[in-house]
């Protein structure tokens, strides 16, 4: 919070003006004081509060305004205290955003943005929480639409650091298009930027850094992404922030996976999950059941990955996240295929199939395809299976990912050699290798 917004803050009128508020929401929904202060301060305290004696801090009036269901600048409507109105939405809305509630974190951003007197600096802050709320819901033309103006702010009024962090997303949503190189030249100009401005956040520096280790990785360099994933906390000094850490580990179970090194991804993965869930993340949290959930099948635990899978799915559908919903299904169908429950397993590849319609991720439908192509061969539905792996392979090809090739064309091998058909199968086979190379997976 800025010098000027803690100062009006702590005004004569704010007080009285805050407290009166406070009472008069917490009256309207019948909830005595108690209710209110619950765990995280006493009744004494709030009542103080109420009658201007008290002020709260920064968290205690987040926890009062969450249980009063309403935004914080409701009680901090007078305009001398518009400034601290516009500090407070936007702790509010990282806070969202820490939990993975970035629907809420863009509303309240879109609110603030609207307003005509707001400071150059607030703005430009506003709207790099905006673009990171779009890249979780990803919205991503409309995250680069909001950094690039932002960007051209920052770069005028010379907020280097604030700058570095807009470099450092932009970076991100051209990741998540799949332009790893588009990708890298912003996080080279992030940690250029950093180190010719001097300075000095650890937590900044080594999300940075993290964020490169996806390079390596997505480039088929397990072994290099694990080194730039250590170092990236190495460099941190132990003041890892939660989402960074997470965001590490999940990068560290992933590279390990693709090296062969099950048993350290799963750690990791575990490491990962309980980061994300202490942050309240519902869709990290679903991500890393799914990766979890892949990687004891592929240690021939079922039983397990299903568990992980379900749980994952319940989640996602509890919040309304459809996007990675079909990975989650998929998931359970094949742990179900693999324990020798075809019943159940043709029943939930149906719902993964008929969920993709509903997912913006590419990847949903491929999952969702060759899992069908495995289970409708199981079912000597021979020519279904066919083409349902040959979909898969298609949009393999769209999203040009040689890690996929490489699976589908596998399995796709698999279920060609069992059916007699050992021409196509070595074609698939030779395939798969091909793509594996590609993506440095042995």
Do not use: C
Request: no cysteine; glycine share 6%.
């Amino acid at each position: 919070m800025t010098a000027t917004a803690t100062k009006r803050l702590m005004s004569p009128r704010t007080p009285e003006q805050l407290g009166a508020r406070v009472r008069k929401a917490r009256m309207e929904l019948g909830l005595s004081l108690a209710a209110v202060a619950q765990k995280d301060f006493s009744r004494a305290f709030l009542n103080q509060i109420e009658l201007g004696r008290s002020r709260p801090s920064t968290r205690n009036l987040q926890i009062i305004a969450e249980r009063l269901h309403r935004p914080i600048e409701y009680f901090l409507q007078d305009p001398s205290n518009s400034t601290t109105a516009h500090e407070f939405t936007l702790l509010e809305a990282e806070t969202r955003l820490r939990r993975g509630d970035g629907q809420r974190a863009r509303e309240l951003m879109l609110q603030l943005l609207s307003r005509s007197r707001i400071l150059p600096e607030t703005r430009a802050r506003a709207q790099l929480v905006l673009a990171e709320s779009h890249l979780k819901l990803r919205a991503i033309p409309e995250a680069i639409e909001v950094l690039q103006a932002a960007i051209k702010a920052g770069e005028a009024f010379g907020w280097r650091a604030l700058v570095v962090d807009m470099y450092d997303q932009m970076g991100r949503a051209h990741y998540q298009l799949r332009h790893p190189h588009e990708a890298g030249r912003w996080w080279d100009k992030a940690l250029t930027t950093y180190e010719d401005a001097g300075l000095t956040d650890p937590v900044l520096k080594a999300r940075i850094l993290g964020h490169r280790a996806n390079l390596h990785y997505v480039s088929g360099q397990p072994t290099e992404a694990i080194a730039s994933y250590q170092a990236a906390i190495a460099g941190a000094q132990n003041v890892l922030d939660m989402p960074t850490l997470g965001g590490i580990y999940e990068g560290l179970a992933m590279s390990f996976q693709r090296a062969g090194d099950l048993t350290r991804a799963l750690h990791y993965a575990q490491r990962s999950l309980r980061a994300f869930e202490t942050l309240q993340d519902i869709r990290m949290g679903a991500q890393l059941r799914n990766n979890m959930g892949e990687i004891l099948l592929s240690q021939g635990r079922p039983r397990e990955a299903e568990s992980l899978f379900l749980e994952g799915a319940t989640q996602l559908r509890q919040v309304g996240d459809m996007d990675l919903l079909p990975h989650l299904l998929a998931g359970a169908a094949e742990a179900a295929l693999d324990a020798g429950d075809r019943e159940v397993a043709v029943s939930r590849i149906t719902a993964a199939l008929q969920a993709t319609d509903l997912s913006a991720d590419p990847l949903a439908r491929l999952s969702a395809e060759r899992i069908a192509g495995r289970i409708r061969h199981a079912d000597a539905e021979h020519a279904e299976a066919r083409a349902h792996f040959e979909r898969a392979l298609e949009i393999a090809a769209a999203v040009d990912s040689p890690m996929e090739t490489g699976r589908v064309a596998f399995d796709y091998a698999q279920v060609l050699e069992e059916q007699g058909d050992s021409a196509q199968a070595l074609i698939r086979y030779r395939q798969a290798y091909r793509a594996r190379q590609a993506a440095g997976v042995s």
